[in-house]
Structure formats: structure tokens, C-alpha cells
Nanobody, 120 residues
């Protein structure tokens, strides 16, 4: 497993900004991509943004133009800059790492989640 530690959630007014960080522990596993997912009450977990080790990114349509994902490979850390936040962005945000084990093959690790609440 890859240990993931998230930080940066909180309460913000609509239109405000937050920055989430997710640091991965150094391990023997190769991390191919990292991303952020979110889950609102009563809803399924959904992809917010993902970035590969090569820097390719993809975003949910609902956050394009407002959120930016970035990655520091040296620190094995991924960031999510969230601007122009809306009440519908309220959710628990989870960091995810797509890793590869020589013996187990590909697997995913998850962070503990961080709450983001946007008030109207």
C-alpha cells in the first residue's frame, strides 16, 4: 500500500478558494497517476481531477476552468487548487494513487478524506 496524507480542506464561502494537498509515502511501488475524487452525501464517489506521472491531466466537466491539479514528483505530492467554489462542490475529497507492484500488479490507494464545505 501507498500511504496518502491529505490536508487543506475546510469551510469557505461561495466564490472563495481552497488548496488541497496530498503527500504520498515513499515506497517500493511505482505511482503512475494521482488524483482527487469527491463524495457528497447520498451520492457516489466521482473523479474530480487526475494527473499522470508525465503531467497529463483530466477533469470532471463540472470543475473545468475552476480547479487545477498539479504534481511535485520529487515530493510525491499532488495539489488541487480550487477557485470559484460553489455550494455544490461541498463533499469529502479523497486523494487517490494508482500504483504498480511487481508482485501484485496495479492497485489503488486512498487517503482518509478531507471535508470541503462551501457556504452560499
Amino acid at each position: 500500500q501507498v500511504q496518502l496524507v491529505e490536508s487543506g480542506g475546510g469551510l469557505v464561502q461561495a466564490g472563495g478558494s481552497l488548496r488541497l494537498s496530498c503527500a504520498a509515502s515513499r515506497s517500493i511501488f511505482s505511482i503512475n497517476a494521482m488524483g482527487w475524487y469527491r463524495q457528497a452525501p447520498g451520492k457516489q464517489r466521482e473523479l474530480v481531477a487526475r494527473i499522470t506521472s508525465g503531467g497529463s491531466t483530466n477533469y470532471a466537466d463540472s470543475v473545468k476552468g475552476r480547479f487545477t491539479i498539479s504534481r511535485d514528483n520529487a515530493k510525491i505530492t499532488v495539489y488541487l487548487q480550487m477557485n470559484s467554489l460553489k455550494p455544490e462542490d461541498t463533499a469529502v475529497y479523497y486523494c487517490n494513487a494508482e500504483a504498480l507492484s511487481a508482485t501484485m500488479g496495479p492497485f489503488r490507494s486512498w487517503g482518509q478524506g478531507t471535508q470541503v464545505t462551501v457556504s452560499s
